[in-house]
């Protein structure tokens, strides 16, 4: 007795839908577009701190002093101030207009710190403080979101859902329905224009500085609402039309 083992048949691959439509498959595309508005997460300020003096000791003694109690200030906000950070120093020496030679007439010196807060309430306060205290410059505040944000996935998530029903308000409007979903492009996918946030920062600003005359009281700001915008486009398959 002779046994024979047949080969086993591959499994069947599914056909690609073809890069352009049919009469008996056509496609549509759409572009999803969603707009939101909301509100800031975080709202940054930047602190300028300056001193003068005539010798470059003198200059950086006064510098360092006001740029500890500016920091030690900002610290006693605790978790209202999620990020602290120094960017540029600079200490300049200013040269006389007159006679001849490279005399030095004074030193000029800077510290630019960077704070940011998502306690709006203490923002206030903080700012008018800062502003009180000696050659303090207080620019800001800068509203924005996280990059993290749920307003983010919130907003490609109204885009897809407006997508999906402006193609099949196209597809009934010809008799037929959508069959598949053939693609959904993103940012960057073949030049297509996808999901764009407000610039983070491109809002309301304001400039304060410090005086050691009269203490000002607490800054009421009003939170500007961010536009949060999604793009997607998106292509279907449907049904025969019946024209």
Request: net charge negative; hydrophobic share 35%.
């Amino acid at each position: 007795m002779t046994t024979t083992h047949e080969a086993p048949q591959p499994a069947p691959q599914p056909v690609p839908h073809p890069p352009y439509g049919t009469p008996d498959t056509p496609r549509v595309a759409v572009r999803g577009e969603a707009l939101l508005e909301v509100d800031p997460e975080i709202a940054r300020i930047g602190i300028t701190v300056s001193a003068r003096g005539t010798d470059r000791r003198t200059a950086l003694e006064d510098l360092t002093r006001r740029n500890n109690a500016v920091l030690e200030l900002v610290k006693t906000y605790g978790e209202a101030v999620e990020k602290t950070e120094t960017g540029a120093f600079s200490i300049t020496p200013e040269l006389t207009r007159h006679g001849r030679g490279e005399r030095v007439r004074a030193y000029h010196g800077r510290v630019h710190i960077t704070a940011e807060l998502s306690d709006f309430t203490a923002l206030g306060e903080l700012t008018t403080r800062l502003a009180d205290l000696e050659l303090t410059h207080v620019d800001g505040p800068w509203w924005s979101l996280r990059p993290t944000s749920p307003a983010h996935g919130e907003a490609r998530r109204q885009a897809v859902l407006e997508a999906v029903q402006r193609a099949r308000e196209y597809a009934s409007a010809l008799g037929a329905d959508l069959t598949a979903l053939v693609e959904l492009a993103d940012e960057g996918a073949e030049n297509t224009l996808a999901y764009t946030a407000a610039p983070a920062g491109a809002v309301r600003s304001m400039a304060f500085a410090g005086t050691e005359e009269t203490a000002a009281p607490p800054l009421d700001l009003e939170p500007q609402r961010q536009t949060v915008r999604a793009q997607v486009n998106a292509r279907f398959t449907m049904t025969p039309p019946r024209l």
